[in-house]
């Protein structure tokens, strides 16, 4: 029997099983591990979303198939909140698709828009489905950089340049997952510049829109005049919300882009379950202080973190956005490489943090520290740092 698959057989070993694989068997033998590693909200949602959840699948009609590219007034809700928040319009019905989270979206957008051969930029370092997205869908990825700056420009304009096949969509993500980069609006109007002239669509991913410790709120590509016309973003109502398990997450902007994105999706799925819609209608219509505390929670866990790591020796980057740190290897561990130190770490200090080389060869020396776990215990992750490096 052939088990050569061609999809497969583009895919890497997931670089995360190693280090989940060996905290599992911890915590199985009764270990104690704080999890630092995936950014998994611990925060429950708001409870007048879970009230909404409650009441509409207590309908007897509200468990049949749902619509594919969501409810109108889920449409409806994303575009009132990219109209309050960015002050940009959108046209629910043609520029606003409902996604099961922005993970699948962005997967099945590649599936819409590649063929085998295409080439798409990503960057490197960054969050898997990124490149894998497209790998999937048969794509050759050409790495830029993911910190948006001089440098970024200048490598997308030789890849643009000496690319064979010319490339054909750049991916993007600020705040980026995992490096915790922002881009500012200057940044977004230089690249829609350069994305019409070279006529090269833009995926901008922007599941952090909400968590910026700074006094400037995240902007959006879209808000760039001129975006839509060549510009899809995807946002999540996972982060903002603590809705991660939830899985609806949103695509809007370009009518093409989202057209054949919905196209794909009417193969694929019924949309998500209609009582879960009707809830992400009641948090993004509802009372918005949720979101407040939400950014402030991770504020302090942020500051909390700097704080108690550097006092053990280890000093972390403080990061502007986001719910991560990224932060290099302790020099007495460099050698090890980011794959063998989380397994020290996890193994001596029970700290569980996710490997900088699972989001791109650029990542390797560095790990992902996810702000998932309450101060106290934080502090306490520091201790058992300080313990390794002490013992280092």
């Avoid at 790495?143 to 420009?153: E, L, Q, V």
């Avoid at 390797?364 to 215990?377: D, H, M, P, T």
């Avoid at 300080?386 to 013992?391: A, F």
Wanted: aromatic share 10%; with cysteine.
């Amino acid at each position: 029997m052939h088990t050569d698959f061609y999809r497969i057989e583009r895919l890497p070993p997931y670089v995360f099983a190693e280090v989940n694989g060996m905290r599992a068997k911890m915590r199985a033998e009764g270990r104690d591990v704080i999890d630092l590693g995936m950014g998994n909200p611990d925060s429950p949602p708001p409870a007048h979303v879970i009230a909404k959840l409650a009441e509409v699948a207590a309908k007897p009609d509200a468990h049949g198939y749902s619509a594919s590219k969501g409810i109108p007034g889920l449409r409806k809700a994303q575009a009132a909140y990219y109209q309050r928040r960015f002050g940009v319009e959108l046209d629910p019905e043609n520029e606003v698709i409902v996604t099961l989270g922005s993970k699948e979206g962005l997967a099945n957008l590649a599936q819409a828009i590649t063929a085998p051969g295409d080439v798409i930029l990503a960057p490197n370092p960054s969050y898997p489905i990124h490149s894998f997205g497209f790998i999937i869908a048969g794509a050759a990825i050409r790495s830029i950089p993911a910190a948006p700056g001089d440098d970024f420009f200048e490598r997308l304009r030789l890849a643009m340049r000496y690319t064979v096949p010319r490339p054909k969509a750049l991916v993007i993500g600020y705040p980026s997952n995992p490096t915790a980069y922002v881009a500012d609006q200057a940044f977004y109007e230089r690249l829609v510049a350069f994305a019409r002239e070279h006529e090269i669509w833009i995926i901008s991913d922007l599941a952090y829109a909400e968590i910026y410790f700074g006094d400037t709120p995240t902007p959006s590509i879209l808000s760039v005049e001129g975006a839509k016309e060549v510009a899809v973003e995807f946002t999540s109502m996972s982060k903002t919300y603590s809705m991660a398990g939830w899985r609806i997450g949103f695509a809007v902007g370009n009518r093409e882009l989202i057209a054949a994105l919905t196209r794909v999706k009417s193969y694929l799925d019924y949309g998500a379950f209609t009582p879960i819609q009707a809830a992400a209608v009641a948090a993004l219509n509802g009372p918005q202080d949720c979101i407040a505390e939400t950014r402030e929670l991770y504020r302090r866990r942020r500051d909390v973190l700097v704080e108690s790591f550097g006092r053990a020796g280890w000093d972390i980057p403080v990061p502007q956005a986001s719910m991560f740190a990224w932060a290099a290897i302790p020099e007495a561990f460099a050698k090890l490489g980011s794959m063998e130190f989380s397994k020290r770490l996890l193994a001596e200090a029970g700290v569980a943090v996710a490997p900088g080389v699972g989001f791109g060869e650029e990542g390797e020396g560095f790990v992902r520290i996810a702000l998932v776990e309450n101060e106290q215990r934080l502090r306490q992750a520091a201790r058992g740092v300080k313990k390794l490096l002490k013992g280092a």
